[in-house]
C-alpha cells in the first residue's frame, strides 16, 4: 500500500510537471518558471497548483478570468499518477513495516536499485512527454529527445563503472575474493561484464533502431517517419536494451496499423494522410520497460 501511495502522489506531482514541459517544449518557451494561465497570462499561485485538487476546487476555470482549463491537466497527472504507482510496486516491495527496514539495512546493491528506479521514473517522463508533443501536434522536439539521450548514456555508463567497481573491491577485500580476479582466474571477467549489461544491451538496442529507423527513412523518403521518431528509437534502444525494444518496435507497428485502420474505416482519415508514430512507439516502450521481460519469457516459453 505504501508503494503505491508513494507513487501515486509522486506521480500527481511529476504529471503537472511532464504536461508543463511537453507544452513549453513545442515553443521557444523557456523550461523554467512558475506556470500561468494561458489566457490572462497571470502567474498561478501556489495553492492553484495542486494537482487535480486545484482542478477540482476551482471547477477547472482560472481563478483570475474564468477561462476554462483544458481537462488534459487533470488527465495527465492521473495517468502519471497510474504508471508511477505500477513502478513502485514493481521497484519498492515494502508494506508499512518493513519501510523502515528497507531504508535502515540499504547496502550498495539496493542503493544501485534505488538508482535504477529513478532512472525508470525519467524514462517514463520523457516518454510521456513524446507521447503529448507528438499526439498533439505530431512534433518530437529535439529540446526533449537530446539531453534524454544524453542522460540516458551517462546513466547507464556510470551505474555499469559503478557495479564493476564495487563488484571488484569486494571481491579485492577478501582472501577468497583475491583467488578469483586475474591473473588466478577469469572469474571477474565474465561477472563483470554480466554488471555492465544493460550499457551493453542498450548500445546495441540503439544501434539497431538507429539503423532501422534510418533504413526506413531513407526507403520511404521521410514519408510517414521523420527523424524524430529516430532519436525517439535511440532513447528507446538505449533504456530497453535490444531485445525489449524490438518488442517495442513489433508492438508499436501492430498498434499504429490497428488505429490506422480504425481510423480510415470511420472515415477520420483517408489512406494518404499519415498519424504520427510517437505516441505509438512511447505506449508500446512503457509495455516493454514495465512488461518486456514478463512477455519475452512467455513467448519464447511458447515457442521451445
Ligand atoms: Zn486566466
Same mark, same amino acid.
Given at each position: 500500500?505504501?508503494?503505491?501511495?508513494?507513487?501515486?502522489?509522486?506521480?500527481?506531482? @511529476?504529471?503537472?510537471? /511532464?504536461?508543463?514541459?511537453?507544452?513549453?517544449?513545442?515553443?521557444?518557451?523557456?523550461?523554467?518558471?512558475?506556470?500561468?494561465?494561458?489566457?490572462?497570462?497571470?502567474?498561478?499561485?501556489?495553492?492553484?497548483?495542486?494537482?487535480?485538487?486545484? +482542478?477540482?476546487?476551482?471547477?477547472?476555470?482560472?481563478?483570475?478570468?474564468?477561462?476554462?482549463?483544458?481537462? !488534459?491537466?487533470?488527465?495527465?497527472?492521473?495517468?502519471?499518477? @497510474?504508471?508511477?504507482?505500477?513502478?513502485?510496486?514493481?521497484?519498492?516491495?515494502?508494506?508499512?513495516?518493513?519501510? /523502515?527496514?528497507?531504508?535502515? /539495512?540499504?547496502?550498495?546493491?539496493?542503493?544501485?536499485?534505488?538508482?535504477?528506479?529513478?532512472?525508470?521514473?525519467?524514462?517514463?517522463?520523457?516518454?510521456?512527454?513524446?507521447?503529448?508533443?507528438?499526439?498533439?501536434?505530431?512534433?518530437?522536439?529535439?529540446?526533449?529527445?537530446?539531453?534524454?539521450?544524453?542522460?540516458? +548514456?551517462?546513466?547507464?555508463? /556510470?551505474?555499469?563503472?559503478?557495479?564493476?567497481?564495487?563488484?571488484?573491491?569486494?571481491?579485492?577485500?577478501?582472501?577468497?575474493?583475491?583467488?578469483?580476479?586475474?591473473?588466478?582466474?577469469?572469474?571477474?571477467?565474465?561477472?563483470?561484464?554480466?554488471? =555492465? $549489461?544493460?550499457?551493453? !544491451?542498450?548500445?546495441?538496442? =540503439?544501434?539497431?533502431?538507429?539503423?532501422?529507423?534510418?533504413?526506413?527513412?531513407?526507403?520511404?523518403?521521410?514519408?510517414?517517419?521523420?527523424?524524430?521518431?529516430?532519436?525517439?528509437?535511440?532513447?528507446?534502444?538505449?533504456?530497453?536494451?535490444? !531485445?525489449?525494444?524490438?518488442? =517495442?518496435?513489433?508492438? $508499436?507497428?501492430?498498434?499504429?496499423?490497428?488505429?490506422?485502420?480504425?481510423?480510415?474505416?470511420?472515415?477520420?482519415?483517408?489512406?494518404?494522410?499519415?498519424?504520427?508514430?510517437?505516441? +505509438?512507439?512511447?505506449? =508500446?516502450?512503457?509495455?516493454?520497460?514495465?512488461?518486456?521481460?514478463?512477455?519475452?519469457?512467455?513467448? @519464447?516459453?511458447?515457442?521451445?
Amino acid at each position: 500500500m505504501l508503494s503505491v501511495g508513494l507513487g501515486f502522489g509522486l506521480g500527481l506531482l @511529476f504529471g503537472s510537471l /511532464i504536461l508543463c514541459l511537453a507544452n513549453r517544449s513545442l515553443t521557444d518557451e523557456s523550461f523554467w518558471g512558475r506556470s500561468y494561465c494561458d489566457r490572462c497570462k497571470k502567474k498561478l499561485a501556489w495553492y492553484d497548483l495542486f494537482p487535480v485538487l486545484s +482542478f477540482l476546487i476551482l471547477k477547472g476555470r482560472c481563478r483570475y478570468c474564468s477561462f476554462k482549463l483544458p481537462l !488534459e491537466y487533470p488527465l495527465v497527472e492521473l495517468l502519471t499518477a @497510474f504508471l508511477f504507482s505500477l513502478l513502485f510496486v514493481k521497484n519498492l516491495p515494502f508494506d508499512n513495516n518493513s519501510f /523502515i527496514n528497507y531504508f535502515s /539495512i540499504l547496502n550498495v546493491s539496493s542503493i544501485f536499485n534505488l538508482a535504477d528506479l529513478v532512472f525508470q521514473i525519467f524514462v517514463v517522463c520523457v516518454l510521456l512527454i513524446v507521447f503529448i508533443t507528438d499526439f498533439k501536434t505530431g512534433l518530437i522536439p529535439d529540446r526533449i529527445t537530446y539531453p534524454a539521450i544524453i542522460i540516458a +548514456f551517462l546513466y547507464l555508463l /556510470i551505474s555499469a563503472a559503478g557495479r564493476v567497481y564495487f563488484f571488484y573491491n569486494s571481491l579485492n577485500s577478501s582472501i577468497l575474493g583475491k583467488y578469483l580476479l586475474f591473473p588466478n582466474s577469469d572469474y571477474f571477467y565474465r561477472h563483470a561484464l554480466i554488471n =555492465a $549489461a544493460p550499457l551493453i !544491451e542498450g548500445l546495441i538496442g =540503439a544501434g539497431a533502431l538507429f539503423l532501422f529507423f534510418g533504413l526506413l527513412i531513407l526507403v520511404t523518403r521521410g514519408r510517414g517517419m521523420g527523424l524524430g521518431d529516430l532519436k525517439l528509437g535511440i532513447f528507446m534502444g538505449l533504456v530497453l536494451g535490444f !531485445e525489449r525494444s524490438l518488442l =517495442a518496435l513489433m508492438m $508499436a507497428f501492430i498498434n499504429g496499423s490497428l488505429v490506422g485502420i480504425f481510423l480510415i474505416l470511420i472515415k477520420k482519415r483517408d489512406l494518404k494522410q499519415t498519424i504520427p508514430f510517437g505516441p +505509438f512507439l512511447s505506449v =508500446a516502450s512503457l509495455i516493454a520497460l514495465y512488461y518486456g521481460n514478463d512477455i519475452l519469457k512467455w513467448y @519464447f516459453k511458447l515457442n521451445l
